[in-house]
């Protein structure tokens, strides 16, 4: 069984560039979430997908946006980048039910805008 | 709204002495708790969780957690500390909104010491 995996590892952009980060699921796994983590802070939820379609999102702009695809790996775009989203991005993958809670963690993609 | 306040930024030990991460949650109805752990520039790894069974929850690495409802509470303990402990610490709890998310507290820095 393979773990989640994100790439790339570390990315610089300027302010008003887009960008995609990518991720895959851990095997079997058909959900699958975003989160930043700014420096010193706790990762905040950003949004979810669940078998292709986004079922939930934190408070975000709709410049954050993403896509799951039928293999359940995922992207998260950023468009008009600003110097705030500087942060780590960690995807998270995890089952559809309620009696497996948790999710697992990719290690993240370093994000620094100049 | 869910919710979870960890006590205390950072915490400081020596390596061999016990360790006590505390961390206060927040729920309108009963809750699945995790401790998450993450090493420098590493992703998160599940510690533990606490999902409505027994209130005492054994994890990795010889940490526990105790959920204690009068005191709405889930303190993270080790009975003793090795230098690769050393890592910060989220108390994280599931929040239900139609979907499943998580929601992290602040996180905890864990020192220790020789």
């Known amino acids: 069984e393979t773990g989640v995996t994100q790439s790339p590892t570390h990315l610089i952009k300027t302010r008003g560039q887009q960008v995609t980060l990518r991720c895959s699921s851990q095997s079997g796994h058909n959900t699958v979430s975003w989160y930043q983590q700014a420096l010193g802070q706790g990762p905040q939820f950003i949004f979810q997908?669940?078998?292709?379609?986004?079922?939930g999102r934190g408070n975000f702009p709709p410049r954050f946006s993403g896509l799951q695809f039928p293999n359940y790996s995922s992207e998260l775009n950023v468009n008009a980048l600003e110097l705030d989203d500087s942060a780590l991005y960690l995807c998270?993958?995890?089952?559809?039910?309620?009696?497996?809670?948790?999710?697992?963690f990719g290690p993240g993609t370093r994000l620094t805008v100049l | 709204a869910q919710s979870v306040t960890q006590l205390d930024s950072h915490v400081s030990v020596s390596e061999g002495t016990p360790v006590l991460l505390r961390c206060n949650y927040s729920?309108?109805?009963?809750?699945?708790l995790f401790w998450y752990v993450q090493h420098p520039n590493k992703g998160l790894q599940l510690l533990l969780k606490y999902t409505s069974a027994a209130t005492l929850v054994k994890g990795i690495n010889g940490f526990e957690a105790e959920f204690k409802k009068s005191e709405t509470s889930f303190h993270l303990t080790k009975p003793s500390a090795h230098m690769s402990d050393a890592a910060e610490y989220f108390c994280v709890v599931r929040t239900l909104v139609g979907y499943s998310t998580l929601t992290f507290g602040k996180g905890t820095m864990l020192l220790v010491s020789p």
């Open positions: 998270a993958s995890s089952f559809e039910n309620p009696n497996i809670p948790e999710q697992f």
């Open positions: 729920s309108s109805y009963s809750p699945s």
């Open positions: 997908y669940y078998r292709e379609e986004e079922n």
